[in-house]
């Protein structure tokens, strides 16, 4: 009786083991993934329209040749801003407000959104903006 007892437990023990091994390995294979994606930078055409425009999580204002690039990630608690009133930026969650080049006017944030690196890839055409996380 307790051979065929241990030998259950061993059955059991493995399984839960394999099970465990194949979980780790997607989560590894899935983190991995994601990380990919966040590091892939945004491409946008060069010939944007002027002003103000929303790419997601990215904020873009042109002004002629020149471009502002931000991120449209709230600095309160991370919502993405995406719509204007009155010339400000609103975050929709709670109603922080920025101006158009993304200094904050008005809480409960308590810092600017954050400027974006970018460059002007003129082979392609392309703003290349490198992702927010
Ligand atoms: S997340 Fe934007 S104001 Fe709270």
């Known amino acids: 009786m307790d051979h065929r007892r241990r030998r259950f437990l061993r059955w ?3 399984g839960l083991l394999v099970m ?6 997607s989560a590894v294979k899935g983190h991995r993934l994601y990380l990919k994606q ?13 002003g103000l425009s929303f790419h997601g999580k990215v904020i873009v204002v ?8 931000f991120s ?12 204007t009133d009155k ?3 609103v975050c929709p969650c709670h109603g922080s407000r920025y101006s158009l080049n993304g200094r ?5 944030a308590t810092h ?16 290349v903006i490198e992702q927010p996380a």
């Open 62 to 69: 042109r002004d002629g040749d020149e471009y502002h690039v």
């Open 112 to 127: 600017d959104l954050v400027p974006l690196r970018f460059r002007i890839d003129s082979k392609e055409n392309s703003l």
């Open 38 to 50: 966040q590091q892939k930078p945004l491409r946008l055409p060069l010939d944007l329209s002027e």
């Open 72 to 83: 449209a990630r709230c600095a309160h608690l991370g919502c993405i801003v995406d719509r």
């Open 104 to 108: 904050l006017l008005q809480g409960p």
């Open 87 to 89: 010339d400000t930026l």
């Open 20 to 25: 465990l091994l194949v979980f780790f390995r």
């Open 12 to 14: 059991v023990g493995g």
